[in-house]
T-cell receptor, first 112, second 109 residues
Framework: EAGVAQSPRYKIIEKRQSVAFWCNPISGHATLYWYQQILGQGPKLLIQFQNNGVVDDSQLPKDRFSAERLKGVDSTLKIQPAKLEDSAVYLC??????????FGQGTRLTVV | EDQVTQSPEALRLQEGESSSLNCSYTVSGLRGLFWYRQDPGKGPEFLFTLYSAGEEKEKERLKATLTKKESFLHITAPKPEDSATYLCAVHTNAGKSTFGDGTTLTVKP
């Protein structure tokens, strides 16, 4: 079974630039999560989708972050404009109703 | 507000030296508590799910237990390949998930 695919693996941008991350979840998984993991900390939930609807985006900084999940499959997370404190690993995870969450390898973002 | 606290932050063991990691939680309506292992540069990898106080799960050298306030991950006779960061996460009846900051385990040969 293919796992959760994320791209790119690494990204370096200057502050105030924009960046987008892509996630392809495991086939058939209705729930998709985006997490931000700052070095030395646990993952922090940014947004949770159920199919193509948003379940929880309470911790998403909506002035600069946006996410979409068109057709309830792939998802993109965008940051515009980026700040230095956005440097982190962005993890995508997916799950079905009766399974645990499966994580991708993440995208490491460095904002300089 | 849901809270998850893991201790210790870091743990160094000699190969074969058993120990336990702690995950204390305060949530309104626990649906499940999850343990994950995370290796450097990778996403978390699922280990266990515990649903109710008194439940225990085992896998190789790892055993997870759950009470109403905390969970323990017991590591018996660890090997160097058990070195990783261990994360716990709580999922609530409201559908929210919260991770702790993890315990980084180093096992020396």
């Amino acid at each position: 079974e293919a796992g959760v695919a994320q791209s790119p693996r690494y990204k370096i941008i200057e502050k105030r630039q924009s960046v987008a991350f892509w996630c392809n979840p495991i086939s058939g998984h209705a729930t998709l999560y985006w997490y931000q993991q700052i070095l030395g900390q646990g993952p922090k939930l940014l947004i949770q989708f159920q199919n193509n609807g948003v379940v929880d985006d309470s911790q998403l900084p909506k002035d600069r972050f946006s996410a979409e999940r068109l057709k309830g499959v792939d998802s993109t997370l965008k940051i515009q404009p980026a700040k230095l404190e956005d440097s982190a690993v962005y993890l995508c995870a997916s799950r079905s109703l009766n399974t645990e969450a499966f994580f991708g390898q993440g995208t490491r973002l460095t904002v300089v | 507000e849901d809270q998850v606290t893991q201790s210790p932050e870091a743990l160094r063991l000699q190969e074969g030296e058993s120990s336990s990691l702690n995950c204390s939680y305060t949530v309104s309506g626990l649906r499940g508590l999850f343990w994950y292992r995370q290796d450097p540069g990778k996403g978390p990898e699922f280990l266990f799910t515990l649903y109710s106080a008194g439940e225990e799960k085992e896998k190789e050298r790892l055993k997870a237990t759950l009470t109403k306030k905390e969970s323990f991950l017991h590591i018996t006779a660890p090997k160097p390949e058990d070195s990783a960061t261990y994360l716990c996460a709580v999922h609530t009846n409201a559908g929210k998930s919260t991770f702790g900051d993890g315990t980084t385990l180093t096992v020396k040969p």
